[in-house]
């Protein structure tokens, strides 16, 4: 991403009270940014509603589906993260 897609972001979610940027005690030129406690129950909130939608998806596979998906997307995500052949 770009530095300025990145501060934007950043801007739009400090504007929202979900994060805080901090001065870097190690470098002066660069800004920290953490989690607020809104931060924090905004990120919890949605990785609750994700994983619901995920089990109620995956609720209409056995158990040995699953596992065989699970396994098939294993394999594409290792041709994924290889670098494209020259």
Do not use: K
């Not at 990785?47 to 040995?64: C, K, N, S, V």
């Amino acid at each position: 991403m770009a530095p300025a897609s990145i501060t934007a972001r950043v801007d739009a979610l400090a504007r929202r009270g979900f994060v805080r940027r901090i001065p870097s005690t190690v470098d002066r030129r660069r800004v920290d940014v953490e989690l607020t406690e809104a931060g924090h129950a905004a990120w919890h909130g949605a990785m609750e509603i994700q994983g619901a939608e995920e089990r109620r998806l995956l609720g209409a596979l056995t158990a040995t589906e699953r596992r065989q998906l699970s396994d098939l997307l294993r394999q594409v995500l290792l041709v994924a993260e290889q670098p494209p052949a020259d």
